[in-house]
């Protein structure tokens, strides 16, 4: 089946603008992750969405982060006023029942100049 | 709080050589481990997991891992290395109570010789 998808696979912006990042996890999966990856490191976690609960929002680096959720479906990462240090890449990550491993998207490459 | 180290940035193993990637944890009551693989340029794909049972658990493209909760370890093996193995490997590691959010490592770069 389809796995998961993210769109755009590359960003380049301008700093200071706001940047939009979206994410198709699989189908019928509740649990939803973004993470982010700088060059040549591990993973970061940035939010968790667990169906129709509160996410847990505690990795978001700052107020200019933030992410939304429709449902069980589509997740939306924005970026606002981004700065030079938002360069990474971005991936997506959507587990079904039992929450054991995560299937991830392809990532969004963003480059902020 | 959860923790995974992966002591050795790189690994370097000739291609027919066994192969080990190292992996330690520290989490709160009984773990999930988890190991995934990241090609160039690509999301990461999920290898094996160990949840309970067997601690030596067999995954994708020949890998296995073995719990071992003296030593709070989840190395990754193979028998035998081929070249298309050489990627970023990532070891993950929750509790089975509490927290859905994995800690991930470092993660550690095998390089398969010919």
């Known amino acids: 089946g389809a796995g998961v998808s993210q769109s755009p696979s590359n960003k380049v912006t301008e700093k200071g603008k706001d940047v939009e990042l979206r994410c198709d996890p699989i189908s019928g999966h509740t649990a939803l992750y973004w993470y982010r990856q700088r060059l040549g490191q591990g993973l970061e976690f940035l939010i968790y969405f667990q169906g129709n609960s509160a996410p847990d929002k505690s990795g978001l680096p700052s107020d200019r982060f933030s992410a939304e959720r429709t449902g069980e479906s589509v997740s939306t990462l924005t970026i606002q006023r981004t700065q030079q240090e938002d360069s990474a890449v971005y991936l997506c990550?959507?587990?079904?029942?039992?929450?054991?491993?995560?299937?991830f998207g392809p990532g969004t490459r963003l480059t902020v100049t | 709080a959860q923790s995974v180290a992966q002591p050795e940035d790189q690994v370097n193993v000739a291609e027919g050589n066994p192969l080990t990637v190292k992996c330690t944890y520290s989490v709160s009551g009984n773990p999930y481990l988890f190991w995934y693989v990241q090609y160039p340029n690509r999301g990461l794909q999920f290898l094996l997991k160990?949840?309970?049972?067997?601690?030596l658990v067999k995954g994708s493209y020949g890998f296995e891992a073995e719990f071992n909760k003296s030593q709070t370890s989840f190395h990754l093996k193979k028998p035998s290395a081929l070249v298309s193995d050489s990627a970023l490997y990532f070891c993950?590691?929750?509790?089975?109570?509490?927290?859905?959010?994995?800690?991930f490592g470092r993660g550690t770069s095998l390089i398969v010789h010919p």
């Open positions: 160990y949840i309970t049972g067997d601690n």
């Open positions: 990550a959507s587990s079904g029942a039992g929450y054991y491993e995560q299937y």
């Open positions: 993950a590691v929750r509790p089975s109570g509490g927290s859905y959010i994995p800690t």
